[in-house]
């Protein structure tokens, strides 16, 4: 009798552990599980799902949301790009690059043919700035033995060449006239390529290599 008694109580606990279960979700969000209909809130009841497995077995496994998860590899991130932003980088403009460096190129020439020399150090990259003081660039180019030439003939068949977004060879013919006044009148040309960097949005080239050319 005694065992009839303890046979009973454990269907009982078992029959009530794997009976009707309630599913219902708050406003919130929240998942709420229950046995007990009658304490589920009207406003929810049109919400409830009736379940006849156990309670744990409803909630999702964690191995399955990663797997329904975006894989990192599906996500492209381009380089310049906002964080967080999906919209690929403007293509690079090297017509408009190309320009800007030999426009720069071309005020460059004018300060040395104007003979501001103070003005033209600026236009030197740091690097370049950082090897040699402003008094001695200032000395070497007043010691030139040329001067450019006047007007068109100073500068000639400019060509630039798209290296990077922050570097352009800029090659050009350039006119000058030596200081000796037995040749003062007569044009020599030389051509030379200048490496224009970007720095600080302004095209700048190497001052050694401006007191280079022309000679």
């Not at 964080?83 to 690929?88: C, D, P, R, V």
């Not at 030139?144 to 003939?153: Q, T």
């Not at 090659?171 to 037995?182: E, F, P, S």
């Amino acid at each position: 009798m005694r065992v009839t008694v303890i046979l009973f109580v454990l269907v009982f606990i078992s029959s009530t552990c794997w009976g009707e279960t309630y599913r219902w979700v708050d406003e919130k969000g929240t998942i709420h599980f229950t046995e007990d209909y009658g304490s589920i809130p009207e406003k929810y009841r049109d919400r409830v799902e009736e379940r006849k497995d156990k309670p744990s077995e409803s909630v999702p496994k964690t191995d399955e949301k990663l797997r329904k998860a975006p894989q990192v590899d599906s996500i492209r991130i381009y380089e310049g790009s906002p964080m967080g932003s999906l919209t690929e980088e403007e293509p690079v403009n090297k017509n408009r690059i190309e320009s800007g460096a030999a426009e720069s190129l071309r005020m460059i020439l004018s300060l040395v043919k104007d003979g501001r020399y103070e003005d033209l150090y600026e236009y030197g990259t740091d690097r370049s700035r950082a090897s040699m003081a402003k008094e001695h660039f200032v000395k070497g180019m007043k010691g030139k033995s040329s001067v450019l030439a006047p007007s068109w003939e100073a500068i000639q068949d400019i060509n630039a060449k798209f290296r990077s977004p922050t570097l352009v060879h800029v090659t050009a013919k350039i006119g000058y006239k030596l200081k000796r006044r037995d040749t003062l009148g007569n044009t020599l040309f030389t051509t030379s390529t200048y490496p224009m960097e970007l720095e600080g949005g302004v095209w700048k080239t190497s001052l050694s290599r401006i007191l280079s050319t022309p000679p």
